[in-house]
């Protein structure tokens, strides 16, 4: 029997689904071809609970917001993360998010404010135009937008959880500053994609990077360890895989120093299932193959913001194992069914793979 990828098992699983839960079975357009399991894109929200259709468009459309393109695909990580948490945005379901987070993540919250979409901050001065250097974006698109947020309050103050949500994905994407491109008012393309495989020169010396040309400012606030990136290996995290880890991270430390914020940080949800998406940095001994972004990043990147990590399957079992799921039975039948099928004796563990500093002012 070949091998088969959790892509290719859960694009298989996602066809069936639609064989039997959708009329509509025209194949879907993406990326030049044509496939069974994406949606025609006029027909994208058929890929949402029914119950938060037009609650969430609404939503979309108030705060200006651009859905990713590929919204119309099965396997979409932006569509899941929408399953998995507008749901939840009322009293009762941000109670049990707080719970979540403070018993079953064993972090300091004792409140959840909101639950916000390509999230930034309201105050200018804090939005990734100013922060970051990217000036030419907006909420979802040309910026650094977490798929989600969770805006906290803690013993000591207000928290903000900002989170990249994962589902079959292989890895965090690759730098657009390390391939050439053509030219564009705001993007001069690498002419010298070879330094960024220089990963210690570049932390002795930021300005080598290519990013900071486009005049985006990641590495005023990431403060990478030099020890530990010349352990790594030679190839710049962002480079080759962990280009959306990275951005995170700088706009975490970034709201982390000029905010006020008593907790930051920087997360990650994904699917058990999915083996291949933390194991993106190449290493300079090819021998050693791929490293796995949990095993250093803390190391790597930040004293005051580290990276937490957490499945969706725990959140969803969260919810399976509250006393108050009654009223959610019609969105776990619609998420098991779909996404994260019920295991068979699985119960809830407190198991999250790192745990982030409280950090604070």
Request: net charge neutral; charged share 25%; with cysteine.
């Amino acid at each position: 029997m070949s091998y088969q990828s959790f892509f290719q098992k859960e694009r298989e699983a996602q066809i069936a689904w639609r064989k039997v839960s959708l009329s509509d079975q025209q194949p879907g357009g993406q990326n030049r071809g044509r496939y069974p399991h994406v949606l025609p894109s006029e027909h994208w929200e058929l890929n949402l609970w029914d119950e938060i259709r037009s609650e969430l468009l609404c939503y979309i459309d108030e705060n200006n917001i651009q859905p990713h393109t590929g919204k119309h695909n099965l396997c979409s990580s932006w569509v899941l993360c929408a399953n998995l948490y507008f749901p939840f945005r009322e009293a009762e379901g941000l109670d049990l998010l707080a719970g979540f987070l403070s018993n079953g993540l064993g972090l300091p919250v004792d409140k959840v404010r909101a639950i916000e979409f390509e999230w930034e901050a309201k105050e200018d001065r804090l939005k990734p135009a100013e922060l970051l250097g990217e000036p030419n974006g907006k909420r979802g698109t040309g910026q650094t937008s977490p798929d989600v947020a969770f805006e906290v309050d803690t013993p000591k103050g207000t928290g903000i959880i900002l989170v990249e949500s994962k589902y079959t994905e292989h890895w965090f994407y690759q730098c657009s500053g390390y391939r050439a491109r053509k030219e564009d008012p705001y993007r001069r393309p690498n002419m010298n994609p070879a330094r960024c495989k220089d990963f210690p020169g570049i932390v002795e010396d930021p300005t080598r990077c290519h990013l900071t040309e486009w005049k985006r400012t990641y590495w005023d606030y990431l403060k990478p360890n030099f020890q530990s990136a010349a352990k790594m290996g030679a190839c710049c995290p962002a480079a080759f895989g962990g280009y959306q880890l990275l951005r995170q991270h700088a706009l975490a430390e970034a709201l982390n120093n000029h905010g006020d914020w008593h907790l930051v940080i920087s997360a990650v949800a994904y699917d058990e299932r999915n083996k291949e998406l933390f194991n993106v940095i190449r290493l300079a001994d090819p021998s050693k193959g791929k490293a796995d972004a949990r095993t250093y990043w803390a190391d790597l990147f930040g004293e005051y913001v580290r990276l937490l990590t957490f499945t969706h399957q725990q959140w969803v079992q969260w919810v399976r194992d509250s006393t108050n799921n009654q009223q959610w039975q019609g969105w776990l039948k619609y998420i098991g069914d779909l996404h994260i099928p019920e295991q068979s004796g699985h119960r809830f563990r407190r198991k999250p793979d790192t745990l982030p500093n409280d950090s604070g002012h």
